[in-house]
């Protein structure tokens, strides 16, 4: 009978490594979903640079000065078929 007018006793405080190891958690899922964001949206760049290049009328337009070389003739020599 003495338990029914006993006051409960407070609960012991939280342990301050499960404190530390939750934080730590947090800490690596936000790092997660900050590194998986930034690699979908590396990918949605990467799949509009696509589009655009087949978009653009000059297939010389996307790369520049790089591809100069289609102007140019390799000559009979060089050419096993012609």
Do not use: C, H, W, Y
């Amino acid at each position: 009978m003495a338990n029914l007018f006993r006051k409960p006793k407070a609960p012991p405080p939280p342990d301050p490594s499960i404190a530390e190891n939750a934080r730590k958690r947090e800490e690596r899922a936000e790092r997660e979903s900050v590194d998986t964001r930034r690699r979908m949206a590396a990918r949605g760049a990467a799949r509009r640079g696509a589009r655009a290049m087949l978009m653009s009328g000059d297939p010389t337009a996307a790369l520049g000065e790089a591809r100069q070389t289609l102007g140019r003739t390799l000559g009979a020599g060089r050419n096993p078929r012609g």
